[in-house]
């Protein structure tokens, strides 16, 4: 049995006392009510946390954290009686539970108090080492810390599931999986392949076919274009000081949003920036003609984050932008730029960062945007005040079906034939969509759902599934440094690994070739291994 001291003696009487006395008044618990009611506690609270401030890991590493220690402390709290002799420094509750152990006429009403207070659950947020007395915040964290950010996707799993389905796959499946067991491209190696100079935000492969020529633009507006090398090189060292044929220019400020060809003109690209500009490149000539410069009505930059060529007029382009907005131009028509400014319509209150026409019905086209929403429009009815957004006054188009995502919707895509739309965004999903109807219902609902990694950061490109434009079939970077290839099934056909992310993808129109670019502006080239065998040859 521990000795207690006079005074500790006297303050588990008080304690005993006071505890009874509020057990006959039934006032158990009043103060704690009167501090939640009154809001004390919730203001005590957002005042700590205002206080608080957000632990560095890297100080924390540099200097381990000591506990504080008071410099003088009494001899009560070292646990000393005035004679230096040890005596139990404990507190109030355990004083208590003291008493109860040495009180039979008490013992059985205050252990239900105990018992009370054990049983009392926990209200609002809190730490968990504010409830395990005998845990070291840090230890705990420390502890913990590995299973956090263990986001995965359905392509980090692609062996196990291919042999799973070795029996019952389909004679079509086994056939697109041999199709698309593409293989790196090596003549050179990736990281000698650097097409752009800072973070690749856009990529395209032009649909000749003798002549491989992949093109990309990077964060600082600079334009790589990149005629590759198909013949191996030679082994007697002949070719050792030879560098992969790569031209560069900077003919932007800002990202380069998206590039391709003339619809009407493969030997003629048009690129897009996120600095407004709208500019072509003839390859014959190597000149660039500028289209437009989008601005708003304050005269500032009006991005363009993404375009199309219409199915119906191939001298048609469809664009959106960074503020959310959409308009068509006509190419052949004079005087774009006074033009488009009227032309515009809202789909948007934030950035649409990716859109796609509809094959089948070339007046419907999908959105997605940062405002969390993937979207189906009928561009072909106009609504002059939409309901959904916060400007007055700005025109929009109808809304066909809508579905809510989580977070943002980062890319959207039609499939060529069967009516499948894919979407992905930050909530680390790959939803398809069967569109394949003519009257799709108000609130879209996904056909599919695939788990899949898309955090990309800061530093890597956001990831966008894309459908190859002549077959059923989209492809999606893996930030497992890999690209993860699937039919419109959700059914996946390969997984093609990679040295770094390749988060910027596009595909050969017409052959299985695809290509992917990162964060240091290198290319990964993937072709059909019979080409690449002819190739060689």
């Given at each position: 049995m521990v000795e207690l001291t006079e005074f500790q003696k006297k303050r588990q009487e008080n304690i005993k006392r006071n505890n009874d006395l509020m057990k006959k008044l039934q006032l158990g618990g009043v103060a704690s009510q009167i501090k939640r009611e009154s809001g004390i506690d919730d203001e005590k609270a957002l005042n700590a946390k205002k206080k608080r401030k957000a632990p560095s890991v890297a100080k924390r590493a540099a200097s381990p954290k000591v506990s504080a220690m008071p410099t003088r402390r009494s001899r009560r709290l070292r646990g000393e009686n005035v004679n230096g002799e040890g005596i139990p420094n404990v507190n109030d509750t355990q004083l208590l539970k003291m008493g109860l152990d040495n009180s039979s006429d008490s013992a059985s009403m205050d252990k239900e108090l105990l018992d009370d207070i054990k049983d009392t659950a926990v209200i609002g947020d809190v730490k968990l080492s504010d409830l395990i007395k005998d845990e070291n915040e840090d230890n705990l964290i420390e502890k913990f810390k590995s299973f956090s950010n263990k986001n995965f996707s359905s392509g980090d799993f692609f062996e196990e599931l291919k042999n799973r389905q070795t029996l019952e796959r389909s004679p079509d499946l086994e056939q697109?999986?041999?199709?698309?067991?593409?293989?790196?491209?090596?003549?050179?190696?990736?990281?000698?392949?650097?097409?752009?100079?800072?973070?690749?935000?856009?990529?395209?492969?032009?649909?000749?076919?003798?002549?491989?020529?992949?093109?990309?633009?990077?964060?600082?507006?600079?334009?790589?274009?990149?005629?590759?090398?198909?013949?191996?090189?030679?082994?007697?060292?002949?070719?050792?000081?030879?560098?992969?044929?790569?031209?560069?220019?900077?003919?932007?400020?800002?990202?380069?949003?998206?590039?391709?060809?003339?619809?009407?003109?493969?030997?003629?690209?048009?690129?897009?920036?996120?600095?407004?500009?709208?500019?072509?490149?003839?390859?014959?000539?190597?000149?660039?003609?500028?289209?437009?410069?989008?601005?708003?009505?304050?005269?500032?930059?009006?991005?363009?984050?993404?375009?199309?060529?219409?199915?119906?007029?191939?001298?048609?382009?469809?664009?959106?932008?960074?503020?959310?907005?959409?308009?068509?131009?006509?190419?052949?028509?004079?005087?774009?730029?006074?033009?488009?400014?009227?032309?515009?319509?809202?789909?948007?209150?934030?950035?649409?960062?990716?859109?796609?026409?509809?094959?089948?019905?070339?007046?419907?086209?999908?959105?997605?945007?940062?405002?969390?929403?993937?979207?189906?429009?009928?561009?072909?009815?106009?609504?002059?005040?939409?309901?959904?957004?916060?400007?007055?006054?700005?025109?929009?188009?109808?809304?066909?079906?809508?579905?809510?995502?989580?977070?943002?919707?980062?890319?959207?895509?039609?499939?060529?034939?069967?009516?499948?739309?894919?979407?992905?965004?930050?909530?680390?999903?790959?939803?398809?969509?069967?569109?394949?109807?003519?009257?799709?219902?108000?609130?879209?609902?996904?056909?599919?759902?695939?788990?899949?990694?898309?955090?990309?950061?800061?530093?890597?490109?956001?990831?966008?599934?894309?459908?190859?434009?002549?077959?059923?079939?989209?492809?999606?970077?893996?930030?497992?440094?890999?690209?993860?290839?699937?039919?419109?099934?959700?059914?996946?056909?390969a997984h093609l690994p990679t040295a770094t992310v390749p988060a910027v993808l596009s595909w050969h129109p017409l052959q299985n070739w695809i290509a992917g670019g990162n964060s240091s502006g290198k290319i990964f080239l993937f072709t059909d291994s019979n080409i690449k065998e002819e190739d060689k040859s």
């Open positions: 697109q999986q041999n199709d698309f067991d593409l293989k790196l491209y090596d003549v050179f190696q990736p990281n000698e392949i650097k097409i752009v100079y800072e973070r690749i935000a856009a990529t395209y492969f032009h649909p000749a076919i003798d002549q491989k020529l992949i093109v990309a633009g990077d964060t600082s507006g600079t334009v790589g274009l990149w005629k590759v090398r198909d013949e191996p090189l030679s082994e007697s060292g002949e070719d050792q000081m030879v560098e992969p044929d790569i031209t560069r220019v900077k003919l932007f400020t800002k990202n380069v949003g998206r590039i391709d060809c003339y619809a009407t003109d493969s030997s003629k690209l048009l690129i897009a920036s996120y600095d407004g500009s709208l500019r072509s490149i003839h390859l014959n000539g190597l000149e660039s003609q500028e289209i437009m410069t989008l601005k708003n009505e304050y005269d500032e930059p009006l991005g363009i984050s993404d375009f199309q060529f219409s199915y119906e007029d191939p001298n048609v382009l469809f664009f959106t932008t960074l503020s959310g907005e959409f308009a068509t131009i006509d190419l052949r028509v004079k005087g774009i730029q006074e033009s488009v400014t009227s032309n515009l319509r809202r789909l948007a209150d934030k950035k649409i960062g990716s859109f796609s026409i509809n094959p089948a019905r070339p007046y419907e086209i999908a959105t997605g945007s940062l405002d969390r929403t993937l979207k189906i429009w009928d561009i072909r009815k106009l609504v002059d005040k939409p309901e959904w957004s916060q400007y007055e006054d700005f025109p929009s188009h109808e809304v066909v079906s809508t579905y809510d995502s989580r977070l943002s919707v980062s890319g959207v895509s039609y499939s060529p034939t069967d009516g499948t739309l894919v979407c992905n965004g930050y909530d680390d999903t790959i939803r398809l969509f069967d569109t394949s109807s003519s009257s799709l219902p108000t609130d879209l609902q996904p056909k599919l759902t695939l788990k899949h990694n898309c955090q990309t950061g800061r530093w890597t490109s956001i990831l966008k599934a894309r459908f190859k434009s002549d077959q059923n079939v989209f492809a999606i970077a893996n930030m497992k440094r890999a690209i993860d290839i699937y039919n419109s099934s959700g059914q996946q056909l």
